[in-house]
Each structure stands twice: as structure tokens, then as C-alpha cells.
């Protein structure tokens, strides 16, 4: 099976642009997670997509949205851009929603000027 | 809420050496745990997981780890490092009603010298 995909896989953009990352699943999984990864924070999470529907979301403003698609396909959203926003997003797919391994992709490296 | 902390921020190894990297987590509930293991370069990989059974779990590459409940910790070792094993290593934690909301620690850097 093809692993999770992430387009664009690098992107610079200036501040007070918006963006928008895609992510594909692995092929049947039907839970998509968002995460941040920065040299300052590590790892955090997003968002968590199942079946169309936003899950959990964690502590980031409202410029980071989400959507999922009925073929599970996830796109992220980032408006007005800062410099902060500078990191790699990592999206993660997993089966279903629930005890279940998250299988990571590529990531998309986001550069803010 | 959630918390994972890794002990070693950078740890530096000569080949042939044992390994071990700490791992403590806060949850009151049910845990799943994850070792993840990221490459120069690379995207993350799972090393190995705990859900439930065996505390002693093993994983690729010849990690193993093992939950000891009573500590809230599942450390990560390898008797014997190999230069290839030079990445970035994160410890994390979900739970069974959470599972998509993975909270990952700081992570660890190992660095092998051959």
C-alpha cells in the first residue's frame, strides 16, 4: 500500500498570505490528524478528522483550520500567515477513529517570510 | 491533560553500546504508547507501540521497550547501537477514547559515533 502523502512537500510564503496543505491517507483509513512540527515546540497536534467530522482540535487560533473530504483526504488552512507559523505539518493517518496506530507522512516544510 | 517527558534531550553513544531512553507520561486514564523514530531527512516512524498484554514490548531494528504502569514509564533500549541508529527519537501517548490526539515528548537526539 502507498504510505501518506503530502502535497506540497515545501512552500515559502510571506506574511499575511494564506496556505493550504493537502494530505491523502493510506488507502482505507478514514481518520486523518493534523500536527506542528517546530524546532522551539516539538511535536503538536492540530486537528483530528474522522468521516468528514473535526474530532478533537488543540490549542491553536482560528487561522488553523481544517476539512476532510469523503474519500478521507484532509486539506489544512492557514490565513494570514505569520512568521511563528514557520514549521513542518505532518499529517498522520490511522484506520479508524479510536485505539489505533497513526501512520505519519512526509510532511510539508511551510517557510514563512 | 496529557503530558510526555523525555529525560535526554541529546544523548551520544559509541557504537556497541547500550541504550536506554527515558520516557515518563501523565495521563489518568487507559494509555496506548508509541515509539517513534525520526531520520535525518526521513518522516516519522513507529519503532514499536504498547496497548495492552506483554509490558515488554519489541519493536524494528531490534528496540524494545518496556511499560511499567506503577512509574508511568515505557523506556526505550537496545543493547547494542549501530551509527545507523543516529535520529531523533519522540515517545508518545494516546488513549483508547482519543486515539487521533497523539501527545508527543521533546524528543531525544542520539547521536552514535562509529
Known amino acids: 500500500k502507498a504510505g501518506v502523502t503530502q502535497t506540497p512537500r515545501y512552500l515559502i510564503k510571506t506574511r499575511g498570505q494564506q496556505v493550504t496543505l493537502s494530505c491523502s491517507p493510506i488507502s482505507g483509513h478514514r481518520s486523518v490528524s493534523w500536527y506542528q512540527q517546530t524546532p522551539g515546540q516539538g511535536l503538536q497536534f492540530l486537528f483530528e478528522y474522522f468521516s468528514e467530522t473535526q474530532r478533537n482540535k488543540g490549542n491553536f487560533p482560528g487561522r488553523f483550520s481544517g476539512r476532510q473530504f469523503s474519500n478521507s483526504r484532509s486539506e489544512m488552512n492557514v490565513s494570514t500567515l505569520e512568521l511563528g507559523d514557520s514549521a513542518l505539518y505532518l499529517c498522520a493517518s490511522s484506520l479508524v477513529a479510536g485505539a489505533e496506530t497513526q501512520y505519519f507522512g512526509p510532511g510539508t516544510r511551510l517557510l514563512v517570510l | 491533560a496529557q503530558s510526555v517527558s523525555q529525560h535526554n534531550h541529546h544523548v551520544i553513544l559509541s557504537e556497541a553500546a547500550s541504550l536506554e531512553l527515558g520516557c515518563n507520561y501523565s495521563?489518568?486514564?487507559?494509555?496506548?504508547l508509541f515509539w517513534y523514530v525520526q531520520y535525518p531527512g526521513q518522516h516519522l516512524q513507529l519503532l514499536l507501540k504498547?496497548?495492552?498484554?506483554?509490558?515488554l514490548v519489541k519493536g524494528i531494528k531490534g528496540f524494545e521497550a518496556e511499560f511499567i504502569k506503577s512509574k508511568f514509564s515505557f523506556n526505550l533500549r537496545k543493547p547494542s547501537v549501530q551509527w545507523s541508529d543516529t535520529a531523533e527519537y519522540f515517545c508518545?501517548?494516546?488513549?483508547?477514547?482519543?486515539?487521533?490526539?497523539?501527545?508527543f515528548g521533546d524528543g531525544t537526539t542520539l547521536t552514535v559515533k562509529p
Open positions: 495521563y489518568g486514564g487507559t494509555v496506548n
Open positions: 504498547y496497548f495492552s498484554g506483554d509490558p
Open positions: 508518545a501517548v494516546n488513549s483508547n477514547t482519543n486515539a487521533g490526539k497523539s501527545t
